[in-house]
C-alpha cells in the first residue's frame, strides 16, 4: 500500500482506533477467560479503587480522543502530540507486558504496542 497517498492523519486516526479495538479485546477476553473476576481485588496499599479505577478510565480514554485529535487538530501540534502520547502508551504497554500471565494477553498488549509504536513513526516523518 502506498501511504504517500493516504493523508497522515488518516493513517494515525486509523491506528488509534486499531490500539483501542486491540486493548478493548483483552479486557473482554480477560473477563471471558476467567483471568479477571468480577470483583477480585486489583488495588494494593498505594491507591484506592477509586483512584485505580479514574486512572484507568484516563488511560483508556485517551487514545479514544487521539482518534479525533489526529483528524482535526493542526498539523505541527497534531505530529507532537501523536508523538508523544504513541511514546507514552508504548512505553506503557511495554512496561506492562510481562505482567499478563496469558499468551493471548501478552499476544494484544504487544499488537497494541505495534500501533502505538507505529503512530510515533509515521508522526516522527510528517513533514
Known sequence: MDTNTIDVRVILSALWVTAVLVWQQGDVQRLYSGD???G???TGAVMSPETLWMISAITMTLPVAMVVLS?????PVNRWVNIVMGVF???YGLIGLPKYPSAY???LVFAGVVSTALVVRFAWRWI
Open 71 to 75: 483528524l482535526t487538530v493542526p498539523g
Open 89 to 91: 502508551y508504548t512505553a
Open 36 to 38: 479477571f473476576q468480577v
Open 40 to 42: 477480585q481485588e486489583i
Open 105 to 107: 494477553d501478552r499476544f
